[in-house]
């Protein structure tokens, strides 16, 4: 005859670790996500600075953009989808909420000029340079 001594509460401390885990590894998500969204690329062209980010799922009417003594700033809402009241969920990696990110632009701008536009998720925001701000060739003379 064999007998097994178990601990009766290890199922119960596999799952308080499981849980454990799980939470760590959503707090990761959220605190990396709400640094980083919009995710962007900055490109310096001769005329302008582009920037473009992407803003999946946000409307244009939820976006705001201000640019003010040499600093872009993009802010917004992302609305939560909707769902019927009894759904549960099961996994979070979007980010929903108020999000804002502000960029310092180390040109001088022509602000009366800026424009954007958003297509499929892509936020494009161009900054013209100023005329100071413009590169130029210089003569070189013997």
């Known amino acids: 005859m064999f007998f097994t001594v178990s601990n009766p509460f290890e199922e119960i401390n596999a799952m308080r670790r499981e849980m ?44 705001q953009i201000s640019f003010s003594h040499g600093e872009l700033k993009i802010s917004g809402q992302r609305q939560s989808p909707n769902l019927p009241e009894k759904s549960l969920q099961i996994r979070a990696e979007r980010q929903t909420g108020s999000f804002e990110k502000n960029l310092r632009i180390p040109f001088e701008v022509n602000a009366d000029k800026l424009h954007a536009e958003l297509h499929n998720g892509i936020l494009q925001i161009g900054l013209p340079k100023a005329e100071s701000a413009r590169a130029r060739q210089i003569v070189i003379n013997a």
């Open 20 to 63: 454990e885990d799980i939470f760590k590894r959503s707090q990761r998500v959220f605190t990396h996500q709400g640094r980083n969204f919009p995710l962007i690329n900055i490109y310096n062209q001769p005329e302008e600075i582009r920037v473009v980010a992407e803003v999946p799922g946000v409307a244009k009417e939820d976006l």
